[in-house]
């Protein structure tokens, strides 16, 4: 089975890692897809001429928030004998989460709540 755990590092985003984990329990043969989005405003066209918006998660900028997210994450989510993998994109993370689950065709989506 193919999980998406969208993070962001907060303590919700370390409890759904800990809910995956504990109830849906991926094994062996799953992948769990950690993906973390850069958030860019929604208006990030507006600022252009103030600071250059970071394009895609190669960004040292990205790059410098994503590490430490997903490594909180990944501790959250232990020794699992799944194959992790970790995800850095950027944009709307709710879009770019779902966009990503479908390109692999995966279900759930497990993201924390605020």
């Known amino acids: 089975m193919k999980y998406v755990l969208g993070t962001d590092g907060s303590e919700h985003g370390l409890k759904a890692a800990r809910w995956l984990v504990k109830h849906l329990r991926p094994g062996a043969g799953d992948e769990v897809y950690m993906v973390y989005v850069f958030p860019l ?6 600022f252009a001429h103030l600071v250059a918006m970071p394009r895609d998660a190669s960004d040292d900028r990205v790059c410098a928030v994503a590490r430490p997210v997903l490594d909180g994450t ?3 989510l232990g020794d699992i004998a799944a194959c992790v993998h970790e995800v850095v994109l950027v944009g709307h993370p709710a879009e770019e989460i ?7 065709q995966a279900e759930p989506i497990i993201t924390g709540n605020r």
């Open 41 to 46: 405003p929604p208006d990030a066209e507006t």
């Open 74 to 76: 990944r501790g959250a």
């Open 98 to 104: 779902v966009k990503y689950a479908t390109t692999q």
